[in-house]
């Protein structure tokens, strides 16, 4: 991807000037592979696609599937690849694969061959596991298949190593560029049984440490982001977009915009007013000195985020009811017998993804074919999206997915790359859109702001025996996720969301519903210990015992902490537990608070994470560190609020995000070793942040802070 | 015209990059005769007559120490954020090639990284000064 500005990605053409090589090809979904070699017959494939490429000269290509956002799955993924056919790591080069969904898809259960390629929810390890080793395995079986016949040997007398095929009984060895050289290939290929995979156990990359692959250009700039992407004769284009969500623009001053030196047009879209120029400058100045009135009615309009709390708690308190996540028992019959019923309710502002790279792309429409440059963590869908917004075949239609400058579910939306297009079509010029922050934080699309409502009944020996969450806010499915507890055994639960509308954009958010749920849960655990006069740690190893994974997980941070010893004055811990895409977590904070200004400084950080198989431990635990830095920063600072639906912040300065002297002084992150499935890791570290920063301020302070973020004044008000 | 726009859109020098427009993220950073500024406030003609140095400039072969330490620390995620990191790192060093962890904050807090890798950053600057 490094410095190839216009082909970064492979088409199928290129794959053919290959030549000399082996291209190993899939057709179609589930179809067993073929190889070829043959040009001709490859052209001949319809779907013929590729995983891996061996050049005579050793080199092996290996395709990634998924967008590289930061993640590292573009680094893992071939890892996996690699492992089963037993490449030479040092001669893997990586590449971009094209944009074929039912080839470098995978279903939304994972496992398959093929599906969407959408990047998100922590999926692209996890979802291409068993079929990436599938794909290595058969990788592998062709290539021995071939130094069998070369050498009259019976093939189960061979054995790999790192980029070549040994015969033990006489020594022989051949590389696997060697075999590219004269390599026949079946028809078929067999399918090789689970049996006959690598043995965990003789792994030689997968769990082991080795370097991202995309690392060396990212720390010297020639790491190319759609931003980066430069075409002859392309133009500039910047948006003014609906300031309230739903509005329409009228231009005022047209014709003082077009004396600006350099705008080439002004287009007007269904929500905004587009300005083309031949600099960036220009369309800047364009688009700051336009003077728009924005008509219509809104359903945004009368949205005002501080107020919607209220309309939250009428919602939680009336009789209505919603969607269930889960119901066990009967709460309402149950909580009549407790000896004691705790209530709380848990607050959390709009949150905004604030991904380094604003949101842009480059488009050029052109004789019915589009060609665009994104960083997408969609690329399949966005291409469809693209080809359905101009009404031509997706076909016609060229991606070129680029790196992500950050995406967190963002860059899952396609509104930056259909305006793109638009304004490339309206000028016939290849046009870079770019974002200002504002525009991205003013258009953005946020997590939810979300009401917690937490009742639980306590019985006579001090027992969860009914619990009640009632999760009120807007945004609808975005609500309910990691709302659900199975790993806590309470006979009658009653598990709920109830949405209201405002109007207002939302989105997935990284790790979505987690960060609210986990923080009120694991918050108002923390306030039923107290109130039992019961350690955390015990109560929650209770209410585990009958999940011996999760409580795994649970004891070892509570080692790692050395949870319950003695602490210097001044400062205090917080623990708790959570899920994310099937990887389990368990963290523990210390803090103190300066109680003149009201700042709770994080100090340091313990995770401990059980997510199956990891492949790439090293890049794990910086997944960790990094969805844990970035749920400090939203537990701490972040908020975004409306006004009669106007976004009130604009840029850094009112949005802040964490930096470095808010960072923990250390983060301590330990993995569980595991032979099951692998899961998900990219958003595992973020869910429990607010609940353990909430429980060690209630350690240190006695009061308890239940509305993120927990800003000076919030701690201020708390401490009363 | 501004540096920020005439580094990346007429000399394609791409290794700056564009953040937030109001010198609040820092990931434009390049060095102004030695010194790390924001380009994104920087007019053109501001700089007449002076050395800018961008990432390209730092070495030829990522073979500056702070460049090999991101390296061998595993530093950049998303990478978005790491040119204006190293820059800011790197005039840091020339200045005060012994840094304590405090004067280190202090210098690197303007430059934000979303994907939260501060931990890693401050090792490899750690590193850095430790292997000179």
């Not at chain 1, 359903?299 to 949205?303: F, G, R, S």
């Given at each position: 991807m490094e410095n190839e500005l216009k082909e970064n990605t492979i088409s199928r053409r290129k794959f053919l000037k290959r030549g000399g090589g082996l291209t190993f090809l899939v057709a179609g979904i589930g179809i067993p592979a073929f190889v070829r070699k043959d040009e001709k017959s490859i052209a001949n494939e319809v779907k013929a696609s590729a995983w891996v490429h061996i050049s005579t000269d050793g080199t092996v290509t290996i395709f990634n599937p998924a967008a590289e956002m930061g993640q590292g799955t573009m680094t893992a993924l071939p890892a996996i690849i690699a492992e089963e056919m037993d490449a030479d790591w040092s001669k893997v080069k990586i590449e971009h694969s094209p944009v074929e969904p039912e080839i470098y898809g995978i279903p939304w259960g994972g496992g398959g061959r093929g599906g969407s390629m959408l990047t998100v929810g922590s999926r692209s390890v996890s979802g291409h596991f068993e079929n990436l080793r599938q794909s290595g395995a058969q990788v592998r079986f062709v290539l021995i298949s071939n130094a069998a016949e070369k050498w009259g040997v019976n093939i189960d007398e061979l054995e790999t190593a790192p980029g070549m095929v040994i015969h033990p009984k006489t020594g022989k060895k051949i590389s696997y560029g060697e075999i590219a050289s004269f390599a026949k290939f079946p028809d078929e290929l067999p399918e090789i049984p689970v049996n006959k995979l690598k043995k965990i156990a003789d792994f030689r990359l997968i769990g082991k440490d080795f370097q991202r692959y995309d690392i060396p250009a990212k720390v010297n700039g020639s790491a190319i982001y759609s931003m980066d992407i430069h075409v002859p004769n392309m133009v500039y284009a910047m948006i003014n977009r609906s300031?309230?969500?739903g509005t329409k623009p009228e231009l005022k001053n047209e014709d003082d915009l077009r004396k600006i030196s350099g705008l080439l047009e002004i287009v007007k879209l269904d929500y905004g007013i587009g300005f083309i120029a031949n600099s960036m400058e220009a369309a800047q100045q364009a688009k700051n000195n336009a003077e728009i009135n924005w008509t219509g009615q809104s359903?945004?309009?009368?949205?005002n985020s501080q107020s919607a709390y209220q309309e939250y708690e009428v919602l939680a308190e009336s009789g209505n009811s919603g969607n269930m996540v889960a119901s066990i028992g009967d709460f309402s019959r149950e909580i009549p017998n407790t000896r004691k019923v705790i209530r709380a309710d848990y607050k959390n502002d709009y949150v905004y993804h604030a991904q380094m790279e604003p949101l842009n792309a480059v488009a050029w429409v052109k004789d019915g074919q589009a060609e665009v440059w994104a960083g997408t963590q969609g690329a399949d869908g966005a291409r469809s999206a693209i080809a359905n917004h101009l009404g031509i075949d997706f076909k016609a239609v060229n991606l070129h997915p680029c790196y992500l400058g950050g995406g967190f579910g963002r860059r899952s939306m396609n509104d930056y790359i259909l305006e793109a297009v638009d304004l490339s079509k309206a000028v016939n010029l290849p046009v870079k859109l770019i974002w200002t922050r504002t525009d991205d934080i003013q258009f953005g699309a946020f997590r939810p702001i979300s009401l917690q409502r937490l009742e639980a009944g306590i019985d006579a020996s001090g027992q969860i025996k009914a619990w009640k969450h009632v999760v009120v806010g807007t945004g609808g499915g975005l609500l309910g996720s990691g709302a659900d507890i199975p790993f806590y055994d309470i006979p009658n639960k009653h598990i709920e969301v109830r949405n209201i509308d405002h109007g207002v954009r939302t989105k997935h958010w990284r790790a979505v519903g987690h960060g609210p749920n986990k923080f009120a849960i694991e918050t108002f655990l923390d306030e039923i210990a107290i109130d039992q006069k019961t350690d955390p740690l015990e109560l929650r190893r209770q209410l585990m015992k009958n999940h011996p994974r999760e409580l795994k997980v649970l004891e070892t941070v509570a080692k790692m902490s050395n949870w319950g010893e003695k602490l210097p004055e001044g400062r205090a811990r917080g623990i708790g537990f959570a899920e994310r895409s099937n990887s389990l977590t368990a963290g523990v904070c210390e803090i103190s608070l300066d109680r003149k200004s009201g700042k709770i400084k994080v100090h340091k950080i313990w995770c401990a994470l059980d997510a199956g198989i990891v492949v790439h431990p090293d890049n794990a635990k910086a997944q960790v560190e990094g969805s844990l830095v970035m749920g400090l920063s939203s537990v701490m600072m972040e908020s975004i609020t409306f006004s009669n639906g106007e976004v009130q912040q604009s840029n850094f300065h009112d949005y802040p995000i964490l930096r470095m002297e808010d960072a923990p002084e250390s983060i301590e992150i330990e993995i569980i070793p595991s032979t099951e499935k692998p899961t998900g890791i990219g958003e595992a570290g973020l869910p429990f942040m607010g609940a353990v920063v909430s429980n060690a301020f209630a350690a240190l302070t006695g009061k308890r802070l239940r509305h993120m973020p927990f800003t000076p004044q919030k701690v201020l008000e708390a401490l009363g | 015209a501004n540096l920020l726009w005439t580094l990346r859109e007429r000399l394609q020098l791409t290794g700056t990059k564009y953040g937030c427009g109001v010198s609040q993220c820092g990931a434009c950073t390049v060095h102004l005769d030695g010194n790390p500024v924001k380009a994104c406030v920087i007019p053109l003609s501001s700089v007449k007559g002076k050395e800018v140095t961008t990432i390209e400039g730092l070495s030829k072969d990522n073979s500056h120490p702070l460049q090999k330490s991101w390296i061998s620390e595993q530093v950049p995620q998303c990478g978005y954020c790491h040119s204006g990191q190293i820059m800011q790192a790197a005039a840091l060093l020339k200045k005060n090639p012994n840094p304590n962890s405090q004067e280190i904050i202090k210098h690197m807090n303007p430059i934000l990284c979303r994907c939260g890798t501060y931990v890693r950053i401050m090792k490899a600057i750690e590193k850095t000064i430790q292997n000179s």
């Open positions: 300031p309230v969500n359903k945004a309009e009368n949205h | -």
